[in-house]
DNA sequence: TATTGTTATACTCTATAACTATA
DNA sequence: TATAGTTATAGAGTATAACAATA
């Protein structure tokens, strides 16, 4: 069992309900901001998913993203007939096979995190020093707690 | 024109680049933290709509949902079965409708917020002292920057 | 004649069930 | 016999085009 947490009090609840609405509502206009429109979010997902963890077979990204083994099948045939990721055979079990992304993947990807970047930080730019200031503090702080 | 935003140095570079994953990754778990399966995102993104902009017509909740006028009367047509919305005739014109969320909704909306507030408390609850500390501080930073 | 909303129809995405190949 | 992946088929969800009612 891991550690126990601490219970909030009444001002820490205020915090988490404004935090959740602006975490939803910042998200929502982030997804907005698409540099490929030919990707459907599905097979945006599965490439994030593939840099963040490597090559993958099929069968784990399926549980990775939480979609059935055969929806898999075909959301990687169109990444590769995109040449966006490319089959190779398994080393150890000739059933499975390895999906890695392609260098133009990850092309599409550093771009997209660019024009994401940039948009916020057009947003960014219209707080005042104060509130940037506070938001750049808390930056480590939001990344520990999406990861926990 | 609005008043010209400032320009950002690399470290804030850094600190946006953290910002935008940790808010992508949060909306992710948060979204699956649904009170009931039974909706559609679109059909609770229409009711987000309607909570946060009061009764709309059909038109405008398309305009706002950057979705097709007829996939909007079918989703109206759907929550209006499930008793979520009713639909007025229009005071002014009697081509168009008024879409109004009913009291059943309301509360829906209310214990779907709970229980994602109640998801990221106990994520928060796993932080230190002077963490949530910072985060409380930023929290009505982050919501003025999502409403921006 | 233009606009609001609906109906008819096709396309995309995903799921379940059945199949093939390998362990 | 069990598992990885694919193929076949059906069910949501959305879009485009054509239509009805009103401005």
Redesign the pocket.
């Known amino acids: 069992m891991p550690e126990l947490s601490r219970t909030l009090d009444p001002d820490d609840n205020a915090a988490v309900n404004s935090l959740r609405s602006a975490v939803m509502r910042l998200s929502r206009r982030l997804k907005h901001q698409r540099v490929d429109e030919s990707l459907?979010?599905?097979e945006m997902s599965v490439l994030g998913t593939l840099a963040r963890c490597g090559s993958a077979?099929?069968?784990?990204l399926a549980r990775k993203e939480?979609?059935?083994?055969?929806?898999?099948?075909?959301?990687?045939a169109?990444l590769e007939g995109k040449g966006l990721v490319v089959?190779e055979p398994?080393p150890e079990?000739?059933?499975?096979?390895v999906v890695r992304q392609t260098e133009q993947a990850e092309a599409m990807l550093e771009e997209s995190r660019r024009k994401r970047n940039a948009w916020l930080a057009e947003l960014a730019g219209q707080l005042d020093e104060d509130e940037w200031a506070t938001l750049r503090a808390a930056a480590p702080v939001l990344e520990k707690l999406a990861h926990l």
Chains 1, 2 share one sequence.
Do not use: F, N, Y
Request: hydrophobic letters at 25%.
């Open positions: 459907s979010p599905a077979t099929p069968g784990e939480h979609v059935q083994p055969p929806s898999m099948t075909r959301i990687v169109l089959l398994h079990d000739r059933r499975q096979k």
